[in-house]
């Protein structure tokens, strides 16, 4: 089984400009963010993809693999998708780009759950986490999601879900962590299907492989990741470096 991982790069963020050629303790965020997935042993192969020539130099003039998209995407999985195409490649695991600091524990219960899919039910698998401030579980920049009894998604959204109509009845809010691992198969029909209207109105791609009947498999972590969203953010970064 052949495991990559791809690290889809933006130039351009609404929150924080070209914030992933910003400097990290001597070096890019990109770049430390392709070195920690490189470093945790986890995977055949680890690339970049990205729509920017800075960004492409910046990692192959460090000696790394990146490549350029063609075309226009609006989702991370489009990204990828492209650029696997004509890979030769069973897993292929998204790598968040303004997260340099890889949890590889996390990574390894994602690749262990296709370790152990002998009957290939999981097309994707993901990473959730428990919530329970109600600021948080209120928070429509926190996607909650709700699984079944053998921890496969039900729905993801941006409000409250359940809805707390009863309380004190053990219900666990829990956060998507948007770090996924595709079967490859399933990743290139994402990208020949067409959004429908639950993707189109939470803004969540991840509704469109519920909607065509994908299954994706969630693992519960405790690790919420550090990422770099602003400039504060890239502060507390350096301070952790």
């Known amino acids: 089984?052949?495991?990559?991982?791809?690290?889809?790069?933006?130039?351009?963020?609404?929150?924080?400009?070209?914030?992933?050629?910003?400097?990290?303790?001597?070096?890019?965020?990109?770049?430390?963010?392709?070195?920690?997935?490189?470093?945790?042993?986890?995977?055949?192969?680890?690339?970049?993809?990205?729509?920017?020539?800075?960004?492409?130099?910046?990692?192959?003039?460090?000696?790394?693999?990146?490549?350029?998209?063609?075309?226009?995407?609006?989702?991370?999985?489009?990204?990828?998708?492209?650029?696997?195409?004509?890979?030769?490649?069973?897993?292929?695991?998204?790598?968040?780009?303004?997260?340099?600091?890889?949890?590889?524990?996390?990574?390894?219960?994602?690749?262990?759950?296709?370790?152990?899919?002998?009957?290939?039910?999981?097309?994707?698998a993901s990473l959730m986490c428990e919530i329970k401030e109600v600021a948080d579980i209120n928070n429509p920049n926190n996607v909650k999601v709700v699984v079944n009894q053998n921890g496969f998604a039900l729905y993801f959204s941006r409000s409250i879900i359940p809805y707390p109509r009863e309380a004190n009845v053990g219900v666990r809010y829990m956060k998507h962590i948007g770090i996924y691992a595709f079967r490859k198969q399933a990743l290139m029909d994402f990208y020949n299907l067409p959004m429908k209207s639950l993707e189109a109105s939470e803004k969540l791609e991840q509704l469109r492989y519920l909607e065509f009947g994908k299954s994706i498999k969630m693992v519960e972590t405790s690790h919420i990741g550090i990422g770099i969203d602003t400039k504060e953010d890239l502060e507390k970064a350096r301070k952790l470096m």
């Open 1 to 124: 089984m052949k495991i990559i991982a791809v690290i889809p790069a933006r130039y351009a963020s609404t929150r924080f400009h070209a914030k992933l050629m910003e400097d990290l303790g001597g070096k890019t965020v990109i770049l430390r963010t392709y070195e920690a997935a490189q470093q945790s042993n986890l995977f055949d192969d680890v690339f970049v993809v990205t729509d920017s020539n800075l960004i492409y130099e910046e990692i192959v003039s460090n000696g790394g693999k990146a490549i350029m998209s063609i075309k226009e995407h609006e989702s991370g999985s489009d990204r990828i998708a492209e650029a696997v195409e004509n890979m030769d490649v069973d897993i292929v695991v998204n790598v968040q780009g303004d997260e340099p600091f890889i949890d590889t524990p996390a990574l390894e219960k994602l690749i262990e759950v296709y370790k152990k899919d002998t009957e290939k039910k999981v097309d994707l």
